[in-house]
């Protein structure tokens, strides 16, 4: 089974900073076939279903503000909240659906300092 | 527009079953993977299992294998997930997702359903 370990486990950037969130599988999420990392990231706010940002490890979606970005391939990944805003503040969390069971981190919860 | 409801949550006492449903709209429901995700209290996300839109692939987690079962009825538009020997670390919010492509869980979740396993 893949782990998913993300670092740190929280975070507090001030208004306009950069934030970085790493992730770490336990092995390759890269499909050689197609040389895609089968990755996404997510942000979830209280109360709230998770909200899906970065797939395949770098394509924001649609309507995903264009401070978010995704980065990395194989085993190490990274999201970057290049200036961050007010309504950030929520919980990350990286996923691989690489292979069953599919997994994710614990979480990185983002915060204002 | 794509909607994805669940129901069917509730308290219920360890050793008990719970059927949940997820009732999609707004998409081709047929052709679509679906997943069950769920989230403990205050934890993060864990993911249950998947389904494929013709019911001819199935996974599981680990830790529900044997004991949770996922079918649809595509001609209701329906998820379910049949939960038996529940156990109080079932205790979660269960969400229903869209699948999308290479059977990743996508942008549409629900809203979730709280499963509470207590005596």
């Known amino acids: 089974d893949i782990v998913m370990t993300q670092s740190p486990d929280s975070l507090a950037v001030s208004l306009g900073e950069r934030a970085t969130i790493n992730c770490k599988s336990s092995?390759?999420?890269?499909?050689?076939?197609?040389?895609?990392?089968?990755l996404t990231w997510y942000q979830q706010k209280p109360g709230q279903p998770p909200k899906l940002l970065i797939s395949?490890?770098?394509t924001r979606e649609s309507g995903v503000p264009d401070r978010f970005s995704g980065s990395g391939s194989g085993t190490d990944f990274t999201l970057t909240i290049s200036s961050l805003q007010a309504e950030d503040v929520a919980v990350y969390y990286c996923?691989?659906?690489?292979?069953?069971?599919?997994?994710f981190g614990q979480g990185t919860k983002l915060e204002i300092k | 527009e794509v909607q994805l409801v669940e129901s069917g949550g509730g308290l219920v006492q360890p050793g008990g079953s719970l059927r949940l449903s997820c009732a999609a709209s707004?998409?081709?429901?047929?052709?679509?993977?679906m997943h069950w995700v769920r989230q403990a209290p205050g934890k993060g996300l864990v993911w249950v299992s998947r389904?494929?839109?013709?019911?001819?692939?199935?996974s599981y987690a680990d830790s529900v294998r044997g004991r949770f079962t996922v079918s649809r009825d595509n001609a209701k538009n329906s998820l379910y997930l049949q939960m038996n020997s529940l156990r109080a670390e079932d205790t979660a919010i269960y969400y229903c997702?869209?699948?999308?492509?290479?059977?990743?869980?996508?942008?549409?979740w629900g809203q979730g359903t709280l499963v509470t396993v207590s005596s």
């Open positions: 997702a869209r699948g999308e492509v290479a059977a990743m869980i996508g942008g549409y």
């Open positions: 707004g998409f081709t429901f047929s052709t679509s993977w």
């Open positions: 389904i494929k839109g013709d019911g001819s692939a199935i």
């Open positions: 092995q390759s999420v890269l499909y050689s076939s197609n040389n895609k990392n089968y």
């Open positions: 395949w490890a770098s």
């Open positions: 996923h691989q659906y690489y292979s069953t069971p599919y997994s």
